[in-house]
């Protein structure tokens, strides 16, 4: 960035010079580009960059440089009480460079783990640490760039065509400026900057050995704070507010992810600041939290993070510590009223067969007990009466004992075939209304997406993941729904999906147990339920500004924490915790069943539908008695 003007001519020479020497020692092509980043021809990622910004300095002649960074070579501390106000922040060149380096951070091709050189040259002594630091907070703020070195060089006077500075050894020297991040006050911004080398340009000089790029992330973070976001809703985010001294409201967070970054920050000496989270599953609401990220205004983000393309070209996303399964909730299938079971026992058929033998049963017990003289006159009474033969064939139905026995051989034979039967469908019959009474079963589930449809099931709508689910993968089967309804209040659908059954959307299959096991749900299996087709799966990760130097250390951490079980072990104690804080216990466990007088009820209602019958059956009997004992007897003949 420096022009092609007399004033500056002998600061181009030396840049050609420069360029040349890093051409004969670097296999790498050297790209020169100029100061217009719109021009950029960048395609590939870059392995290095080197700025030039050069300014004509209107400094005296006689100008001393300040004694605290030539003399003794001290650190550069940002002390605003001492800052002037008219310093250089409205420099022309500054202002253009600080543009010129926003604009390529924005370019595909920036790589903000490079080594970064930037040369000043003519800018005043008394402005280079200030300026130093600029640009460090330029990098820093938009790129979370450390590899950076400043360099400033001031000749008093220079010889463009012999390429040597000419006056006195203390009036030419060259400046080496870096900052640490994370360390005593740098750890949001740029506070103290360091200067490495202050060295005089001898002609006989040797080359400097000072490492301009030291290595800048430590083991120990000393408290710096980090500022931390949480996003979505529980259990992705656990989040508690507390309220300090101070009067402010404090923030907290439990969930999976914050667990992963507190057990790194406690590794390294961090202090988590969480801010207020954006409860929500509104993915426009992610989107504008994670811009948080992008300005600088919070550290890390972690909850409902998915990565996406979208979020990766805004963000950085460290290794996925779970996945989460993105499904079509439907409801389950309901419980059969155990009436309804025990009429079911049989199919229709059956019980129009069981009807049809047992008046075919009495007809013929009657019929071979009257067929001829000899039955007539050795069989019982009771088998001889067509109204007898049908109670004797009920009891025998119904397993309880007869009024008297059959005496003859051909109706004590048939007697002998229908006890049989009749004794081997009581045996089935009584088998499954002993299952029935303790579990009486559920209906069938939906095997297909026609069937939902169907059923009339009213479909709860997210507009932003509906648009997703399209926009991405075009996946508009649920669009068929003849009922639809918004649901804002992703949390009142997914309930009432669970507990009324009458309604279906999309969620993640954490969430309905989570609210589950919230709900005091014993068996979560039998109140949530998903369609088979998995639609999209989606990697949870924790976000951080794109650049950031700790990005590595932690997508170590987070690996060694999923390796360890982290996962299990989060989830395990979740639902631990929640089914002792349950609200309410909906659901009781089948393992261990009472058997009460409630469950016998069906039984009940047939033996008092029995009793029902057999007292009209009662009084139409004393009713005929007393009409024929009224009857005048006929005169025998």
Known sequence: MCNENPSKSEYNRIIDLLLDEISRYEIWPTIVLGDDPEKFPLSEKMHGY??????????????????????????????????????????????????TVYQLFNKNAFYPETKFLVITAGYNTSTSPELAKNVFTSFWINAKAINIAVIHLHLSRYDASTLNVVGGEDRNFVQTYTWTPYVERNCLDVIRVNLLENRSLEIADNNSQVNIFPSKIHNDFLGCKFRGISLGVDPYIIVTNSTDENGATVYDDNGLGSKIFK??????????????????FDFIAIIGG???????????????????????????????????????????????????????????????MLMV????????????????????????????????????????????????????????????????????????????????????GYGREFTSYEEIIASNITYGAIDTLDNLLFVEFGYEEHKGAKFVVNCADI????????????????????????????????????RVCFYQDIVMVVQLSIVMQKGNPLMSKLNDHVQKCLEGGIHEMFWSQLKHTYRLQAEKKSDQ????????VRLLAPAFILLFCGYAISFIVLIFEICVFEIHEKEPLRPLL
């Open 50 to 99: 080197i700025w030039f910004l050069c300014y004509e300095d209107d400094v005296k002649e006689g100008e001393k440089v300040k004694d605290e960074i030539v003399s003794t070579g001290e650190d550069y501390v940002n002390n605003e009480e001492e800052e002037d106000d008219d310093d250089d922040d409205d420099d022309e060149e500054v202002n253009k460079f600080e543009e």
């Open 263 to 280: 057990l790194f920050a406690e590794k390294y000496n961090i202090t988590i600041v969480f801010l207020e989270p954006i409860k929500t």
């Open 290 to 352: 994670l811009q948080g990220a992008v300005t600088n205004e919070v550290d890390f983000g972690v909850g409902v993070t998915p990565v996406t393309l979208l979020g990766c070209s805004m963000v950085d996303f460290t290794v996925s510590y779970t996945f989460e399964h993105l499904r079509m909730q439907i409801p389950c299938p309901k419980q059969i009223p155990r009436i309804q079971r025990i009429v079911s026992i049989f199919s229709v058929v059956t019980w129009i």
């Open 357 to 440: 033998i047992y008046f075919l049963g009495s007809l013929t017990l009657w019929f071979i007990s009257n067929v001829d003289t000899h039955n007539r006159r050795m069989e019982s009474i009771s088998s001889r009466n067509i109204k007898q033969c049908f109670y004797n064939a009920w009891a025998i139905f119904l397993g309880v004992s007869v009024t008297e026995m059959p005496r003859t051989c051909y109706v004590r034979l048939f007697f002998i075939f229908y006890v049989c039967y009749c004794y081997a469908m009581s045996m089935v019959f009584q088998a499954f209304f002993t299952t029935f009474l303790v579990e009486p």
């Open 491 to 526: 949390t009142h659908c997914v309930l009432r999906a669970m507990f009324k059954g009458d309604i279906m959307l999309f969620t993640g299959t954490n969430f309905p147990y989570y609210l589950a096991l919230k709900k005091g749900v014993y068996d979560v299996s039998k």
């Open 589 to 596: 466990s089948d393992m261990y069943f009472v058997f009460t």
